[in-house]
């Protein structure tokens, strides 16, 4: 039954993409060899192959993965919220604070890895464009319903306010590799506090 | 009796080895370059560069190591002209804002550091040399900020330490968000700029 198949070949996909993953945050994706993916994932080298073309269409379907389970994620945390104001505070809070910790590392690590590959790499533009683009949307969406709610200010950038939010994400990630006593939680929660006083109109 | 090798033939080599690692790297990446790409760039085979470097690493710290130096002078002499801890702050704000990221020379600059920074997250020696090279930054902005709680200029519940970090925070946040063509670098730094001064400022 074809419909079997194409499960079973999504199954596939999705292990290799895991062990990739894996493999990418170890050694990153410079040094990680087809033979490492093989034994993470437990696929043949021969189906990785006929699943994709090479190692670097592994790494653009992966990002394209994570990026897309990363945004589901914050749908649902901000879903669970009424007003733009919590939905905006449950970004620190729930996803920042109680995200899935390892994770959020590995991930950052593999996404910002790929962003700077792109950099280099001719016609990779477009992927790195992209990613951007749907993260920043996101909060943009989230800050322009707040101006028409009349909880956030008119005036409010939010384009420039939306890569505010990705910027800190970023260096705190960053900071946090570099020096791992730093006081995350307390970092978190200030900047929540800044962000918010910047963004609402005042009570 | 071995030839004797003059100091200035030996500066000259290292310095012919710095300039063509750079390139490498530029080109294709601080992890995909070898020695011998190094090697080829020069003119020199790989035994010579083992003469002067131990490894790719040592060469990519000396490269560094020259550009932190050059900055300490500059900030050095600049805070000595400045008065207010405020106004010492918002001037290493102001480095990066004179900064030009969306220049092609600066983005590669800027991604060769924070592949090099990430690549260093897999060594915990590396990561020594990477924190040990942040010291004196951090060590300053924490003094400043001591003596603008002295001064009455700054708030005195102000963790120095932790905003020390947080203005490194800023700038890799900024900065890994600059090598999009379309991130809003100065709206977006200044902004942060701003909000920075505001917290630490005395109300």
């Known amino acids: ?203 | 009796m071995p030839p004797i090798v003059s100091k200035d033939y030996k500066e000259n080599k290292k310095k012919l080895i710095l300039q063509s690692a750079l390139e490498c790297f530029a080109q294709k990446g601080f992890v995909a370059t070898t020695v011998s790409d190094i090697g080829k760039r020069s003119g020199l085979s790989k035994g010579s560069i083992y003469n002067y470097f131990d490894s790719k690493e040592a060469i990519y710290f000396k490269l560094l190591n020259a550009t932190t130096e050059r900055n300490k002078t500059d900030i050095t002499s600049n805070f000595a002209k400045l008065r207010s801890s405020i106004s010492k702050i918002s001037f290493l704000f102001d480095i990066y804002l004179k900064l030009a990221p969306i220049e092609a020379k600066q983005t590669e600059t800027i991604v060769l550091f924070y592949e090099f920074t990430f690549h260093c997250v897999r060594s915990e020696k590396l990561l020594d040399f990477m924190r040990e090279r942040g010291n004196f930054l951090l060590n300053l902005i924490k003094e400043t900020i001591e003596q603008g709680k002295e001064a009455g200029e700054i708030d005195e519940n102000i963790d120095a330490n932790l905003y020390a970090h947080k203005f490194w925070m800023i700038i890799d946040g900024v900065s890994l968000q600059s090598i999009s063509r379309h991130f809003h670098y100065y709206d977006v730094l200044r902004e942060m700029k701003e909000m920075y001064l505001e917290e630490i400022r005395k109300k």
């Not at chain 1, 104001?85 to 995200?99: C, Q, R």
């Not at chain 1, 307390?186 to 006083?197: A, C, G, S």
């Open chain 1, 1 to 203: 039954m074809p419909v079997v198949k194409e499960d079973y070949r999504e199954e596939q996909r999705l292990k290799v993409l895991k062990g990739a993953f894996e493999c990418f945050y170890k050694n990153g994706y410079e040094l990680a060899k087809m033979d490492d993916i093989v034994t993470e994932s437990g696929i043949s080298k021969g189906t990785i192959y006929k699943l994709f073309k090479s190692k670097e269409e592994i790494y653009i379907q992966l990002i394209e993965h994570i990026s897309n389970v990363f945004l589901e994620e914050l749908k649902q945390i901000v879903s669970q919220y009424q007003t733009s104001k919590e939905k905006i505070a449950a970004l620190y809070t729930d996803y920042l604070l109680h995200g899935k910790e390892g994770n959020m590392k590995k991930s950052f690590i593999v996404q910002s890895e790929f962003e700077l590959y792109s950099s280099r790499q001719a016609g990779f533009n477009e992927y790195l464009d992209k990613l951007r683009k749907t993260k920043n949307q996101f909060i943009s969406d989230l800050l322009t319903e707040g101006i028409q709610s009349g909880e956030f200010k008119k005036e409010l950038d939010v384009t420039v306010y939306a890569e505010i939010f990705w910027s800190f994400v970023s260096g705190i990630m960053t900071q946090q590799l570099l020096y791992s006593n730093l006081s995350f939680e307390q970092i978190v929660n200030e900047e929540k506090k800044t962000f918010l006083k910047k963004i609402c109109v005042e009570a």
